[in-house]
T-cell receptor, first 114, second 112 residues
């Protein structure tokens, strides 16, 4: 199993540009989520999904869109990038909604918005 | 307001000693608390989960305690090794939902 994969690893955008961060998992996990990690702030939940076709907002959803058309993929879209979105983005997945389940994290995407 | 606090200062210890990391929280009533390890440039890796009705959980050289009265979890690494050097994150569930709230992490450095 490849686990959770994310592309790209690094990205530089100009203010106002849009892009999609890709996330895929091959473990047949129902739950997937997106976090951002900033210095001194810890991981903050952006959006999450409990299964194909179902998504919900996390702690910091503004400026981001998600969709979940398949169990495997959970892309994160930045509609109009802002410097405040400069961060490291992590995708995670787990089997179910039970809080006992381990979250498996991807390697991250480092995004810089100029 | 709700808050999770981990010591933001790096913890340096000598190889072979026991490292103890602290996770304090306020205005939460978590049913579960997890600890993760994160190496530079990589995603977090799950280590241990402890439930609110469990006082202590062990896995090899790792031990976690959970005191819901003090609102605190302690994470211990016994016989620490340089390979244990990393940032350690605690995370707790928010009101029994899937939404986990993470602390900012404590950087541990084990000196040979």
């Amino acid at each position: 199993n490849a686990g959770v994969t994310q592309t790209p690893k690094f990205q530089v955008l100009k203010t106002g540009q849009s892009m999609t961060l890709q996330c895929a998992q091959d473990m047949n996990h129902e739950y997937m989520s997106w976090y951002r990690q900033d210095p001194g702030m810890g991981l903050r939940l952006i959006h999450y999904s409990v299964g194909a076709g179902i998504t919900d907002q996390g702690e910091v959803p503004n400026g981001y869109n998600v969709s979940r058309s398949t169990t495997e993929d959970f892309p994160l879209r930045l509609l109009s990038a802002a410097p405040s979105q400069t961060s490291v983005y992590f995708c995670a997945s787990s089997y179910s909604d039970r809080s006992t389940d381990t979250q498996y994290f991807g390697p991250g995407t480092r995004l810089t918005v100029l | 307001s709700q808050k999770i606090e981990q010591n933001s200062e790096a913890l340096n210890i000598q190889e072979g000693k026991t490292a103890t990391l602290t996770c304090n929280y306020t205005n939460y009533s978590p049913a579960y608390l997890q600890w993760y390890r994160q190496d530079p440039g990589r995603g977090p890796v799950f280590l241990l989960l402890i439930r609110e009705n469990e006082k202590e959980k062990r896995k090899e050289r790792l031990k976690v305690t959970f005191d819901t009265t003090l609102k605190q979890s302690l994470f211990h690494i016994t016989a620490s090794q340089p390979a244990d050097s990393a940032t350690y994150l605690c995370a707790l569930d928010s009101s029994g939902t899937y939404k986990y709230i993470f602390g900012t992490g404590t950087r541990l450095k084990v000196l040979a």
